[in-house]
């Protein structure tokens, strides 16, 4: 089955420059065995990773064990649910690839507070309405 994305359509790749997903596919998809949630494609921010590190999730140094070479400003990555939507509840959230993000995240946070961040607005946005 197809995983879709925030907007209806099919779940469309988010980075490959780092290799994102939990799956390390490329795609912010979701399984039972995610339990973060890694479903919201953000293009990360010097500020974004400072605040990840400063609740103790440190995005910026290289975890070869996990596959994980450590985030720069510009990655696109696949980051969980619930520390995106604690930056964006304190005022540090990183931009939003909606194509690329996956509906599971719906569950967690507001489709509204995604298009707040969006940066691939469709050029119709009348799409983006619920």
Same mark, same amino acid.
């Given at each position: 089955?197809?995983?879709?994305?925030?907007?209806?359509?099919?779940?469309?790749?988010?980075?490959?420059?780092?290799?994102?997903?939990?799956?390390?596919?490329?795609?912010?998809?979701?399984?039972?065995?995610?339990?973060?949630?890694? %479903?919201?494609? *953000? $293009?990360?921010?010097?500020?974004? /990773? @400072?605040?990840?590190?400063?609740?103790?999730? #440190?995005?910026?140094?290289?975890?070869?064990?996990?596959?994980?070479?450590?985030?720069?400003?510009?990655?696109?990555?696949?980051?969980?649910?619930?520390?995106?939507?604690?930056?964006?509840?304190?005022?540090?959230?990183?931009?939003?690839?909606?194509?690329? %993000?996956?509906? *599971? $995240?719906?569950?967690?946070?507001? /489709? @509204?507070?995604?298009?707040?961040?969006?940066? #691939?607005?469709?050029?119709?946005?009348?799409?983006?309405?619920?």
């Amino acid at each position: 089955m197809t995983e879709r994305n925030v907007l209806g359509g099919e779940l469309e790749p988010c980075g490959t420059d780092p290799l994102t997903g939990f799956h390390r596919d490329g795609m912010c998809s979701t399984g039972p065995q995610d339990l973060g949630s890694h %479903t919201i494609c *953000a $293009v990360v921010t010097a500020e974004f /990773l @400072e605040h990840q590190r400063s609740i103790g999730n #440190d995005l910026s140094t290289p975890r070869p064990e996990y596959r994980f070479p450590g985030l720069v400003p510009g990655d696109r990555w696949c980051v969980t649910a619930l520390n995106w939507a604690r930056a964006y509840r304190d005022g540090k959230a990183a931009p939003v690839v909606l194509a690329s %993000t996956n509906e *599971a $995240v719906l569950q967690l946070v507001p /489709l @509204e507070a995604l298009k707040e961040h969006a940066v #691939d607005v469709p050029s119709d946005p009348s799409s983006l309405e619920p």
